[in-house]
């Protein structure tokens, strides 16, 4: 439905740039943003998902780069610390970089060093998880619904009723916070589905596996598995080594989690559901930091739609999705814009961009 930014379109952008802002409500703003500098500070370690967002980052913002739409990008990786990504963010303050770009490692602990970014007119973008302070732009999801939708379709599939394990991401990042409050709020709808258990998988399959690994033989008969994306894979690993009947697990749109997934399938018609963010966000919260500095007029928060493969498209999402990567609609600054656009009319977002098969 949309392709990835041709080098035309963005010589259009550069050409139609002044040295003078131009405030836009509405379509791409086209101030000049040729000198300005771009940084990410990913809070987070390398799984699938956050390897994909930097992939993508990397391929975007260097483009960007090469083209002239900025000066100068950069990406620097944390691993789930949020005193080290304070750190990142305060280096970056004082290498005077016109837009800092935050996946936060926590809600609350980077909001000072935001607020100092901002104070020294830094744009800060926010995506993914996010933190609290207001001067922050949020690229947001809404990761309740995450565990609503999960817990619905689980529920459907069991027969409201039933056993299940709740594998959780990372400890007080608001993503976890609120997939986790999803599922427990909707359960209250389902008496009969009871929780037996919790882990904390931090979104990643050699965690998860080790970590209901370890507490399986403490439980009884499972009949489903909650996930948080990334954990669907080493969860069955750990149900197989167990010996113990594969439950139903939600699956995360991991390329290893789609491809065992459709083997499970098409071998004796097994039968799940797959959700999470698309990692390809990185690259709206990059475009979002150069359409501010461009003048564009941005809601302080925006919503990106979800992504769910469902049976009927799993294969034509596996097929787009390469090993070690997360299922991504490839985002341009057209897409965007619109979203901005969408988001500023009050209209709902547009469905998510159909996965762009290999050739």
């Known amino acids: ?9 963005v010589a259009l952008l550069v050409g139609l740039c002044s040295t003078s802002i131009a405030f836009a409500a509405a379509g791409v703003a086209t101030g000049d943003t040729s000198k300005k500098r771009i940084a990410l500070t990913d809070g987070f370690s390398s799984n699938s998902w956050e390897q994909s967002a930097w992939n993508a980052w990397k391929a975007v913002a260097s483009r960007a780069v090469k083209d002239g739409v900025i000066g100068e990008q950069k990406i620097i990786t944390g691993n789930d610390d949020p005193a ?6 305060q280096n970056l303050i004082l290498e005077g970089y016109d837009a800092i770009v935050v996946d936060a490692a926590s809600p609350t602990a980077l909001n000072g060093t935001i607020k100092e970014a901002c104070d020294a007119g ?8 996010l933190a609290t302070e207001p001067c922050a732009i949020k690229v947001n999801v ?23 394990l709740e594998i959780r991401g990372v400890a007080g ?23 037996v258990g919790t882990v904390y998988g931090n979104w990643d399959g050699t965690i998860a596996q080790r970590q209901v690994a370890t507490v ?20 069955l690993q750990a149900f197989k080594a167990a010996g113990r009947k594969i439950p139903t697990i939600i699956m995360g749109n991991r390329q290893d989690e789609l491809a065992v997934w459709k083997e499970m399938r098409d071998k004796d018609g097994y039968k799940t559901f797959s959700i999470s963010s698309a990692p390809g966000m990185s690259t709206i919260a990059f475009w979002t930091a150069q359409q501010i500095l461009a003048g564009k007029k941005v809601p302080n928060t925006f919503y990106v739609p979800l992504l769910a493969i469902r049976e009927n498209t799993l294969d034509s999402w596996l097929a787009a999705t390469p090993v070690g ?4 609609p490839q985002y341009t600054l057209k897409d965007t ?12 977002p547009k469905d998510l961009p159909q996965p762009k098969l290999p050739q």
């Open 325 to 328: 990567t997360a299922a991504s």
């Open 122 to 129: 830094i744009v800060v973008v926010i995506y993914d998880s």
């Open 142 to 164: 809404d990761y309740k619904d995450y565990g609503v939708q999960e817990t619905h379709y689980m529920a459907q599939a069991l027969g409201e009723k039933g056993n299940f």
């Open 216 to 235: 399986l033989p403490t439980l009884p008969q499972i009949d489903g598995v909650l996930t948080q994306g990334g954990d669907g894979y080493g969860s």
């Open 337 to 348: 814009v619109e979203l901005i656009d969408d988001n500023l009319a009050g209209v709902k």
């Open 1 to 9: 439905m949309r392709s990835m930014l041709q080098a035309s379109g």
């Open 173 to 195: 990042s608001e993503v976890d916070i609120d997939i986790s409050a999803g599922i427990n709020e909707t359960l209250k709808q389902y008496p009969n589905m009871h929780k």
């Open 84 to 89: 080290q990504q304070i750190t990142q963010m």
